[in-house]
């Protein structure tokens, strides 16, 4: 712990090719114990601009061919994996995942990095036959697509590396500019993974400009890159409040929301109920809990519900809750007080109701053990709002059909999950449960960072995942090709 405790992080922020200051600064504390880590500057509203205004011009200067691009995004991703431990301990400082868990973060932004250049080289187009219509027998036509222009990502604290990377390498990929704007309080894998962008981009010879990296408050940066004429599409992980206002207010930009969730995973009494204990408070309780698709509700089968309670509870208890430094720690601190005061209220007022704690529920400051409520009931705050927390609500079901309507009982659609041997059971949730993603035989925490992931209903709109966040932030264009008039 002692090179953790000496790390000052004082960092500035990209504009226009250069590393700038502001007249304010953000502290940044370790979730942990609250020690300062680090300090990042608190834009203006005209440096928020000036990054924009870089972008676009960058945009129009550039003439970097797919194959560059991908070179840049792959020239990125060595840096960042020749630096992964140092990165890794970054992620853990402003976090407070368990460091074991951001070296996995680290791991997969730099194959998110390389999916993305891999990506570059597969902007196809496709050739259009004209001639089912009558009349246009002698006619050829075909499609290409092309860069929006400025694409600016906004990022959440849960994954403040990756989430990043998964915007901003599919946008260059397409051969857009960009403009990152992290949260406040972990800015600083951000500012670190722009420094190796950077760097990309001056060995190749690319405009400055073309990435930029602006950090403050959503007030005032968030704003102006909602409101200016030159941001062509915004994509922005976070809560659903603030993405029902992007959608309100973006007029005709293109949008990909990424939004809040209140994942289910149904348990049924056929399945391996040790496995699914296994992957349901693995999947509840990494990052303490703080992913958007993390298992949110338990359906089980009432005839198995105490089972596997009791296998869910054998799993909790074994979890090692500490210091994140330490490499045997499964569960940290949560990010933040505001946080840990969500998760308290929602755990008390659930007991309040009528849950039964089998295990755990202790909390001192941000830091939360890993809770295994039984007798919960869809009416309980742990089973309606996305908790963000090492909760771990099981909900007993008569039958399949209950399952899949308490699936449903929500105005989120995110992520599912069910465990199952019987393929028409497993076939019926696919088709059933409305949300993004449907995951057989594992949790609704599953995924791969090249599959297609986004939700329903108020879980967002649009889809990450690096091929079709490419294709968000590309345009359609025909072209067609008519006889000329000596033909």
């Given amino acids: 712990m002692s090179v953790e405790n000496s790390v000052s992080l004082d960092k500035e922020m990209l504009v226009d ?14 979730p942990y114990d609250g020690r300062r880590v680090g300090s990042v500057p608190a834009a203006s509203r005209g440096q928020v601009d000036a990054a924009i205004e870089a972008a676009d011009r960058a945009h129009r200067e550039s003439d970097l061919s797919a194959h560059e691009r991908y070179e840049l995004l792959y020239r990125a991703a060595e840096l960042l994996e020749d630096d992964a431990e140092a990165m890794a301990r970054v992620v853990t400082l402003e976090q407070g995942k368990p460091i074991a868990e951001s070296r996995v973060e680290v791991d997969r932004a730099v194959q998110t990095l390389r999916l993305s250049g ?35 990502a906004v990022t959440p604290f849960n994954f403040p590396l990756n989430l990043m990377v998964h915007k901003v390498g599919p946008a260059l990929a397409a051969g857009n500019a960009a403009v990152g704007k992290p949260a406040s309080n972990t800015p600083l894998s951000a500012v670190k993974l722009f420094e190796y962008l950077d760097r990309a981009c001056e060995e190749l010879g690319a405009p400055a400009g073309l990435v930029n990296l602006v950090t403050g408050s959503g007030s005032v940066v968030g704003d102006a890159l909602l409101e200016h004429d030159a941001v062509e599409a915004i994509s922005f992980t976070g809560s659903t409040a603030v993405g029902r206002h992007l959608a309100a207010e973006s007029g005709m930009k293109e949008l990909t929301l990424e939004l809040g969730g209140n994942d289910p995973t149904i348990v049924w009494r056929d399945a391996d109920l040790d496995e699914a204990a296994r992957q349901i408070v693995s999947g509840a309780c990494s990052n303490a809990g703080q992913v958007c698709n993390s298992v949110e509700r338990v359906l089980v089968d009432e005839r198995v519900e105490d089972e596997l309670v009791d296998a869910l509870v054998e799993r909790a208890e074994a979890l090692a809750v500490g210091d994140p430094f330490d490499e045997n720690t499964d569960v940290a601190a949560l990010v933040d007080d505001d946080q840990a005061e969500t998760v308290v209220r929602i755990f008390e007022e659930t007991v309040e109701k009528g849950a039964t704690v089998e295990c755990g529920g202790r909390y001192e400051g941000r830091v939360f053990e890993p809770t295994v409520l039984s007798g919960v009931t869809p009416d309980m705050p742990a089973a309606r709002e996305e908790v963000f927390g090492p909760l771990v609500p099981v909900i007993a079901v008569a039958d399949f059909d209950e399952a899949i309507a308490e699936a449903n009982n929500t105005e989120y659609g995110l992520e599912a999950g069910v465990f199952t041997q019987d393929i028409d059971r497993a076939k019926r949730a696919a088709d059933e449960i409305d949300a993004g993603g449907v995951n057989v035989n594992t949790v609704s925490g599953f995924r791969a960072d090249h599959m297609p992931y986004g939700g329903f209903k108020d879980s967002g709109k649009g889809k990450e995942g690096v091929k079709y966040a490419v294709e968000r932030f590309t345009r359609e264009k025909l072209v067609g090709f008519h006889a000329g008039k000596n033909a």
């Fill in 17 to 30: 090719g250069e590393w700038v200051d502001a007249d304010d600064r953000i502290e940044v504390v370790h």
């Fill in 118 to 152: 891999e990506e570059a080289k597969r902007l196809f187009g496709e050739y259009v036959p004209m001639d089912p219509q009558k009349g246009f027998d002698r006619t050829h036509a075909f499609t290409q697509r092309e860069p929006l222009g400025v694409v600016t």
